[in-house]
């Protein structure tokens, strides 16, 4: 019995006709592979504020007359689930392309379905080297890799931060330990020290020890910490209750990835005073693109959007340019996707290299927490 | 080098003090139903929300959260009990209750989930900034706090069960439920008022936790394996046992932290866990309980 | 004696429930004839995954069955054995090139001497003890398989896994492991039918009588667990190359609670029991996904209620039903 309602179910799925070909009313369907339950579920609740609020805006003025549908299926940052999601998606829903998922461990684990299907996949959240670096054409990503953020980062701590020893801080994800490997490759061959690195599991329940720990190593210059948001949280705080860090009346300085979003130094307090991080997406930046879509965001949901629903934001934007520009089969947007230029979103434009990785860094820079939870820009180059 | 020792063991004694609470609940209930309640996880989350509550919605003081939190979790045992254990006494099947009781505890984390989301929340009393200094040492005033209301319940429930006419009735519930009911004692009630206590603790440690830990719906988890093992070497239904290994698992942690590394924090526990089995299954304060040895 | 088990009988089985819903050359027949043109009727890959986890569970269940249900031994780390049984075979095959089935028979037999070695490591140990001390070692093997990267990979994971040759279509992997879930059963239940079963019965309802009656019960309890375990291990050596990705949080300690609610929720200490409660337990969450959020919270209640008011689970209400059509008739 169960198994002809599961039948019947999938049957209704497949007679939903995919997109015509000769533009009237045309569907881009857009599966979304996002994790609304599990550890990373918050990374889901973002992304699914910025694709609403695209939506929304693609509705009213549909490039080319296409209009745009979402389907969402729940990956949970982990790669089983990611995987059976996949197979939903690409069964079920047959979707012309794919964006997703925020983890690194998940998006490996379905890459080769998607290839598999033909299907491309556009990721704005894994870090993750291999997701672009075999050269796989079905993939893109705009978010940039851990090269790209790990040696970037590393050089600036060397050179204008004059650090010259480090501790490493990451949790034990694909993303945390490939982050840490790589920024402690770039620092050591410049002349710095890496004086230990230090994982941790997701559950770890009290910082205090680590805290300690680092606390007797003597004076540290930098402490890069690869980890998400609600740990990262518990890390700043027991690091200034050490004294460890400047917010705490230490020395050391925080580094951080692209990963935090930017809410996170308020509810660090004066602990994140000192915090340097990367950010790709800033309600501040002066564009019109940007200032429209933080004011749109904040009339729609009530409060400021993070780097996470930035980067889903501009992902169903991007799909909508590549539609603009005339795609309307699975292989034609990855073609028209590949050609992508003089696209500028909100998190930067985009500009992908051979391997479908996007190389342009325009909005990537940095920034420092004030002691008043503000944070003021660096100008580095 | 012995003042870093010193402040990793005031770090462990802070965490050894978390745990000690939760296991407590975990092994009186044990005690005298001889049975597992594995929602007793998220009894620890729903007592650190409710704290959260009080203090971030109601505007309250967290010393009265902490108050809050030990009711709502008496509440929540005393529902569990009711519906689960209470029915199933004596019907077989040890296992049943347990799988229920897992039953519950998805119910309770996903009901959670669906009110409050998935997002950690950020829970900081003015304690936790407050560092208090000592030499070289180091408490945060949120660890003070957590040492001292842990001291005073585990007094409390000492001189509750040692000296009082309840605490003794309690323990020979505990011994010998039959026996215990032909001489005038209600087991069931006494069951229940035991449930009560237990629960009670456990909101009392989540609401301390919350500062502590990543506040989501899942929260409980972390600490419930932890637990589980603490209630193994302390001995099962032996509460002197339990807080000794409480505070010892707690030192263990910052202990590996220290010389080891914070991944490797599972495996120690748990390895000494099994080590006390195949030597000294009977726990480190040894009670008679000669049926499960 | 009676079909209907009455809740005193359920609650101790009585030892001379050693024939705990053998299915008739009739059952037998319909259902694998069930099991061949399920991957017909669902022709999609979703569909087909869907089918092929079951059947793991399947094999998983009856496994803790035997342990738990057979032997009475509580055992909380069935997630650890499943885990051993994948790493195990698939690190002999990417790592010193073993052939898939020779991988997969030691994959199997490591399994089964990690379980037997645990079982007399705790041997002195009953009940609740025996339950802990089980989840500890789930525990410990999840740590070691997360954090010895250079063997395991750790988090980082496998990747790239394929299903033995001959069998990368799907719908030949599900009848492989359909096949294997088949074999377990019938070998389980010839093990059960023979004086091997009868021990276990004795060691399960009274240890100390069983004792005095000459049985070495710390032996035929570590031949349970080791039996049980190497099930595990056998659905561990058949996952990998079903998910294509292997990494240590698949064997989660938690997720050995999953395979016990599959057991107690089909009924425990019969064959046809985990059979029904694997099916249902990995059908319901993906059924319940037209509910939306509410899933799990459904999920959790449904669990606590069939635990609660129906004692011999699936196969109790099964048998039951089954009683209540032939009273009908017969009267």
């Known amino acids: ?381 | 080098m012995f003042v870093l020792a010193v402040q990793q063991g005031l770090n462990g004694l802070v965490l050894g003090s978390l745990y000690v609470l939760v296991a407590l609940g975990l092994t009186l209930v044990y005690g005298v139903l001889v049975q597992i309640n594995f929602a007793h996880a998220d009894f620890v989350m729903i007592g650190a929300f409710s704290a959260y509550f009080v203090t971030h919605a109601l505007h309250g003081d967290y010393l009265l959260s902490l108050a809050a939190a030990g009711a709502v979790g008496a509440l929540l045992g005393y529902l569990v009990n009711a519906a689960i254990f209470a029915p199933l006494l004596g019907k077989g099947s040890e296992l049943r209750p347990l799988i229920a009781t897992i039953g519950v505890s998805v119910m309770l984390e996903n009901g959670a989930l669906a009110l409050l989301g998935p997002v950690p929340y950020a829970f900081a009393t003015r304690y936790s900034a407050e560092v208090i200094r000592f030499g070289p040492l180091y408490l945060t005033a949120q660890s003070v706090i957590i040492l001292a209301v842990a001291a005073t319940a585990i007094v409390l429930l000492h001189g509750f069960l040692r000296f009082t006419f309840l605490g003794k009735a309690l323990r020979a519930v505990a011994q010998d439920r039959e026996t215990a009911g032909l001489m005038g004692i209600a087991p069931d009630r006494l069951i229940m008022l035991t449930f009560i206590i237990g629960s009670a603790l456990a909101g009392l440690g989540g609401a301390l936790l919350a500062p502590v830990l990543v506040l989501t719906p899942f929260a409980g988890t972390s600490v419930i394996v932890k637990a589980f093992a603490i209630v193994i070497i302390g001995g099962f239904g032996n509460i002197e046992g339990t807080i000794l290994a409480g505070l010892l698992v707690g030192l263990i942690e910052a202990m590996t932290t220290q010389v080891l590394d914070p991944g490797l924090i599972d495996i120690v526990v748990f390895g000494l866990l099994l080590a006390m089995l195949v030597i000294r299954p009977t726990g480190l304060i040894a009670e008679r309980r000669e049926e499960n040895v | 004696m009676s079909d209907v088990p009455s809740p005193v009988a359920a609650a101790s089985l009585p030892a001379a429930e050693c024939r705990p819903g053998w299915p008739g050359r009739a059952g037998a027949a319909a259902t694998l004839g069930i099991v061949a043109i399920l991957p017909l009727v669902l022709r999609d890959s979703y569909g087909r995954g869907l089918l092929i986890a079951g059947a793991l569970n399947v094999i998983q269940a009856l496994g803790l069955d035997l342990i738990l249900g057979f032997a009475g031994q509580l055992d909380l780390g069935a997630a650890a054995f499943y885990g051993i049984g994948a790493y195990v075979s698939t690190l002999l095959v990417m790592l010193a090139g073993v052939g898939f089935w020779p991988a997969l028979a030691l994959g199997t037999l490591a399994a089964g001497v990690m379980g037997g070695v645990l079982a007399l490591l705790t041997v002195r140990l009953r009940g609740h003890y025996l339950a802990i001390a089980s989840l500890g070692f789930a525990v410990i093997t999840y740590q070691v398989l997360l954090n010895w990267i250079s063997l395991t990979q750790g988090p980082l994971g496998l990747y790239g896994i394929t299903p033995p040759a001959g069998f990368t279509d799907p719908v030949r992997l599900f009848y492989l492991i359909a096949a294997c879930a088949v074999l377990v059963f019938a070998a389980l239940r010839a093990l059960l039918a023979s004086p091997v079963g009868a021990t276990l019965a004795a060691l399960r309802e009274d240890e100390i009588s069983a004792a005095s009656l000459g049985i070495d019960c710390r032996r035929w309890k570590a031949f349970a667990f080791a039996v049980g375990s190497a099930v595990a291990g056998l659905a561990g050596g058949l996952y990998p190359g079903f998910a294509g990705t292997l990494v240590p949080d698949a064997f989660a300690p938690a997720d050995s609670f999953g395979v016990l609610a599959m057991v107690i929720v089909g009924g425990i200490g019969t064959l046809r029991g985990p059979v029904l409660g694997a099916v249902v337990l990995t059908l319901a969450p993906e059924l319940l996904r037209g509910i939306g959020d509410a899933r799990m919270i459904v999920y959790g209640l449904a669990l606590t209620l069939v635990v609660l008011f129906m004692p011999g689970g699936l196969d109790g209400a099964w048998r039951m039903a089954a009683a209540r059509l032939r009273r009908n008739q017969a009267g």
Request: proline letters at 5%; glycine letters at 10%; a negative charge.
């Open chain 1, 1 to 381: 019995m169960r198994q002809i309602v599961c039948a019947c179910g999938l049957l209704l799925t497949f007679l939903h006709t995919p997109a015509l070909a000769d533009g009237a009313a045309r569907v881009v369907r857009i599966g979304a592979l996002l994790p609304i339950s599990g550890a990373g579920a918050y990374f889901g609740v973002q992304d699914r504020e910025g694709i609403d609020l695209a939506l929304d805006q693609l509705a009213k003025s549909p490039p080319g007359g296409a209009r745009f549908d979402v389907h969402i299926e729940d990956s949970a940052c982990s790669p089983l689930p990611a995987t059976q999601a996949a197979r939903r998606l690409l069964d079920g829903y047959r979707p012309d392309i794919i964006i997703g998922e925020e983890c690194s461990d998940a998006t490996l684990a379905v890459m080769p379905l998607v290839l598999q299907a033909g299907v491309p996949l556009l990721n704005a959240g894994s870090s993750a080297l291999r997701i672009t670096d075999p050269g796989n054409r079905e993939t893109f990503r705009i978010l940039p890799d851990e090269v790209m953020q790990g040696e970037d980062l590393a050089n600036h701590a060397y050179r204008d931060l004059g650090a010259r020893n480090a501790v490493l801080l990451h949790e034990n994800t694909n993303a945390g330990i490939g982050n840490a490997a790589i920024f402690a490759r770039r620092f050591a061959a410049l002349g710095g020290k890496v004086v230990q690195t230090i994982g941790f599991g997701r559950d770890v329940n009290d910082f205090t020890a680590i805290a300690t720990r680092i606390a007797a190593l003597g004076p540290i210059d930098v402490i890069p910490t690869y980890t998400l948001e609600g740990q990262g949280l518990k890390i700043t705080e027991a690091l200034a209750q050490a004294g460890v860090v400047r917010g705490g009346g230490g020395h050391a300085v925080q580094l951080g990835t692209i990963w935090l979003p930017l809410g996170f130094d308020q509810q660090a307090g004066k602990a994140a005073e000192g915090y340097v991080r990367i950010v790709q997406f800033e309600p501040r930046d002066p564009r019109p693109v940007v200032q429209d879509f933080v004011a749109a965001f904040q009339a729609k949901f009530g409060h400021q959007p993070t780097h996470i629903s930035a980067h889903a934001y501009d992902q169903i934007m991007l799909i909508a340019d590549a539609v603009r520009r005339g795609a309307a089969t699975p292989a034609a947007i990855r073609d028209r996707l590949a050609a992508t230029r003089g696209f500028s979103g909100v998190t930067g434009s985009v500009v992908f290299d051979e391997h479908n990785q996007n190389v342009s860094r325009d909005t990537i820079h940095y920034v420092e927490t004030e002691a008043d939870g503000s944070f003021k820009p660096l100008d580095w180059k």
